[in-house]
């Protein structure tokens, strides 16, 4: 919450706020398929404890620019991507360990844990943030967020993850065709992953929240921060209940139908006005719940077609969609909102969003038909 705070304070355009996307964008779609070739490559955990002390760097670099009273804009949008460049390498090895620590049917259990750890602290953290800005001001969130990291380091130093089996990795090139062969050869993948990006791309508001808590709700720094953590809350609620989804066989619908809520409620949002911040609230939640529950099936689909020595590069080509999306539409929506208005933005993202579904649909019918757990997708070839 901090940086676009801080940016909105510094500039007070949303459009400004949107391109935060962009310089997240960039590294994380540039670097991610040579992340995931390293993480194929060499030790997932000791990649992790490379990416997290990066991360923390990154932290006290806009800590310390802040409270020494030089960070600008510029200075926020460089750190912004230096730590999206580390994020690039930290995903793939952090999505590729995962299958090696749990068995095959115990991976959407695995996804929805995932979701419920990391939905957690995306609820207290916007929550608290505005307390501490309030309190500390946004160096000290960052400075914050700096002791977290130093948390993470030792959690995953403790980490004891099985041995890989041992291949002779192709050099680097290759390396990347052959991952980019095999996510070209199915549909399902690439259908899923698709859907996942037009949709985030569209539908994401979060670069205009500033602008409603602001203009339209007029709930100062308190309630942006509850802007922030709703839709942590509608993505926890919708992990803490997602045992249903392991009984769930036409996994590719699910996904589908989960997308299509996700449009629903981001257009009901921005429809919002003065007098309705609860309503808004609990939209943005519904919103991230629908999409919570879309990317436990689609983690489930991944991890369970993709060999482990191709995990790492499939990973990091979903990352690619998965992270791409929502931060190129932090750009698209404030672009949108400029040139019409924010209200416009929002809304006309949620109708695109469901036309992305009938479209994915329509151009993927494998994923409208994929059924767990689809054995003839568990081969090891990169046709499987």
Known sequence: MAIPYQIYLITGSSLDVGLIGLFQAVPLISLALFGGVIADRVDRRRLLIATQIGLAACSAGLAIGTQLGFANVLYLYAFTAIGAAFSALDGPARGALTPSLVQREQLPAAMALNQVLFQTASIAGPAMAGVVILAFGVAGAYWIDVASFIVAIGAVTALVAPPREVRVHLPVGRALVEGLSHFRANRILFGTMLLDFLATFFGSPRALFPFYADR????????????????????????????????????????????????????????????????????????????TVSAIFRSTILLTVVPDHLRGRLVAISSMFFLGGPYLGQVES???????????????????????????????????????????????????
């Open 216 to 291: 339209v709700f007029a709930v100062g720094p308190e309630g942006l921060g509850l802007l922030f953590a709703a839709p942590g809350v509608g993505s926890l609620i919708a992990a803490l209940g997602s045992g249903w989804t392991k009984r769930v066989q036409r996994q590719g619908m699910a996904v589908l139908l989960a997308v299509a809520a996700w449009g629903l409620a981001i257009a009901a949002f921005g429809l919002m006005n003065d007098g309705l911040f609860v309503p808004a609230l609990v939209f943005i939640a519904v919103a991230q719940g629908a999409d």
């Open 334 to 384: 404030g672009v949108v909102a400029d040139l019409v208005s924010p209200t416009f933005s929002v809304v006309s993202g949620g109708i695109a969003t469901l036309l992305s579904v009938v479209g994915v649909a329509l151009w993927a019918p494998e994923v409208l038909s994929y059924r767990a757990p689809a054995p003839e997708l568990k081969g090891t070839s990169p046709d499987a």
